[in-house]
């Protein structure tokens, strides 16, 4: 059996196949070693009944997740799956990888990964060979769910939203100024807290501030990452994530304006990935 999983910093979803066919799809809090030892990876993956059910038969594991940048940090995934899965080859890689497979391309383009973070990379047709450097949700992450929320909560926090926003956040997330610096400056994994907002933003993304406030995020990812390549006019754009996907219109708007050639758009990448390690059953 191979378990091949797609880890963003909130979510993880995995697909467990047997010769070519799915046998299982779930989902689980998404890790990043950054903020995640192999101790709490552990204890998150040994609580998904699903899982564990066929644990002892997993064989082959290809995990791509956000944080896995070094072999430090690649090494933290690796220790907390081979003491679940304990019979298993286990492959750990960074989530610009996984982005990269999930395209299912062989031709070169520009892969980039607006979900919770954002990231980019060039890659040839056969291998990424550059990549943008990545800053994280405090210093970088532009047009992200993490970036957008720091912007909308600082918008917030001056009163300089419209109110029948302000009052929308306030109801929906129970928003006072001690919750949000409790759950910035305080709490584990600020960039999920920061994100969380966008489900919200989404739910109203037709009004006019919103489309605003969001194209002006998405134009500000594309001249830092895309504009980067010089490559970026002459080969197809690729974006996974939830913010790419949720957002679509105004990322099509976005790219037309900066002259760059939308290619795929994937929410999940894990299907795909699925796909393209299982290619000798298709």
């Given at each position: 059996?191979?378990?091949?999983a797609g880890s963003g910093s909130s979510v993880c979803d995995w697909v467990l196949t047997f010769e070519g066919q799915t046998?299982?799809?779930?989902?689980?809090?998404?890790?990043?070693?950054?903020?995640?030892?192999?101790?709490?990876?552990?204890?998150?993956?040994?609580?998904?009944?699903?899982?564990?059910?066929?644990?002892?038969?997993?064989?082959?594991?290809?995990?791509?997740?956000?944080?896995?940048?070094?072999e430090r940090r690649k090494n933290v995934l690796r220790r907390a799956l081979r003491f679940v899965f304990q019979k298993a080859?286990?492959?750990?890689?960074?989530?610009?990888?996984?982005?990269?497979?999930?395209?299912?391309?062989?031709?070169?383009?520009?892969?980039?990964?607006?979900?919770?973070?954002?990231?980019?990379?060039?890659?040839?047709?056969?291998?990424?060979?550059?990549?943008?450097?990545?800053?994280?949700?405090?210093?970088?992450?532009?047009?992200?769910?993490?970036?957008?929320?720091?912007?909308?909560?600082?918008?917030?926090?001056?009163?300089?939203?419209?109110?029948?926003?302000?009052?929308?956040?306030?109801?929906?997330?129970?928003?006072?100024?001690?919750?949000?610096?409790?759950?910035?400056?305080?709490?584990?994994?600020?960039?999920?807290?920061?994100?969380?907002?966008?489900?919200?933003?989404?739910?109203?993304?037709?009004?006019?501030?919103?489309?605003?406030?969001?194209?002006?995020?998405?134009?500000?990812?594309?001249?830092?990452?895309?504009?980067?390549?010089?490559?970026?006019?002459?080969?197809?754009?690729?974006?996974?994530?939830?913010?790419?996907?949720?957002?679509?219109?105004?990322?099509?708007?976005?790219?037309?304006?900066?002259?760059?050639?939308?290619?795929?758009?994937?929410?999940?990448?894990?299907v795909n990935l699925s796909k393209h390690h299982n290619s000798e059953f298709l």
């Amino acid at each position: 059996m191979k378990l091949i999983a797609g880890s963003g910093s909130s979510v993880c979803d995995w697909v467990l196949t047997f010769e070519g066919q799915t046998v299982l799809e779930c989902s689980t809090m998404g890790f990043n070693p950054f903020f995640h030892n192999e101790v709490l990876i552990q204890y998150a993956i040994e609580r998904t009944d699903a899982l564990m059910k066929y644990a002892s038969r997993v064989k082959e594991i290809y995990y791509y997740g956000a944080g896995c940048s070094s072999e430090r940090r690649k090494n933290v995934l690796r220790r907390a799956l081979r003491f679940v899965f304990q019979k298993a080859e286990i492959y750990v890689a960074h989530d610009l990888e996984g982005a990269v497979f999930a395209t299912l391309e062989t031709t070169p383009s520009i892969v980039c990964i607006l979900g919770t973070g954002s990231n980019a990379c060039f890659f040839d047709g056969k291998k990424i060979v550059a990549e943008t450097f990545a800053l994280g949700h405090i210093l970088g992450d532009e047009g992200s769910g993490a970036y957008f929320g720091k912007e909308i909560l600082t918008k917030y926090l001056y009163n300089e939203l419209p109110k029948h926003i302000y009052d929308l956040l306030t109801e929906r997330h129970s928003l006072t100024q001690e919750v949000i610096f409790q759950n910035v400056y305080k709490m584990p994994n600020a960039n999920v807290y920061l994100a969380s907002f966008m489900k919200t933003l989404s739910s109203i993304k037709d009004d006019k501030f919103v489309r605003e406030f969001v194209y002006k995020g998405l134009s500000r990812f594309l001249t830092h990452h895309v504009w980067s390549y010089k490559q970026h006019r002459s080969v197809p754009v690729h974006f996974i994530g939830s913010i790419a996907f949720h957002f679509q219109d105004l990322l099509e708007e976005a790219c037309y304006k900066h002259r760059i050639k939308i290619g795929k758009i994937i929410k999940h990448p894990v299907v795909n990935l699925s796909k393209h390690h299982n290619s000798e059953f298709l």
